[in-house]
């Protein structure tokens, strides 16, 4: 497990990196859960806004 600091950038890189792999999933995951995916990862990131540097 690694033990360097994780900033904010970083952060939010990783969770857009999970958005679009949201997207790249195949047609047989339901758009329903995409979408559930996205609104819960779109609360992650306005919650990490919230944050200063």
Do not use: G, S
Not at 31 to 36: C, F, G, S, T
């Amino acid at each position: 497990m690694p033990k360097n600091q994780l900033n904010k950038d970083e952060l939010v890189c990783h969770i857009l990196k999970l958005k679009h792999e949201i997207d790249e999933e195949p047609k047989t995951v339901w758009q329903k859960e995409k979408d559930l995916a996205h609104k819960y990862l779109n609360r992650v990131l306005d919650r990490i806004q919230e944050y200063r540097y």
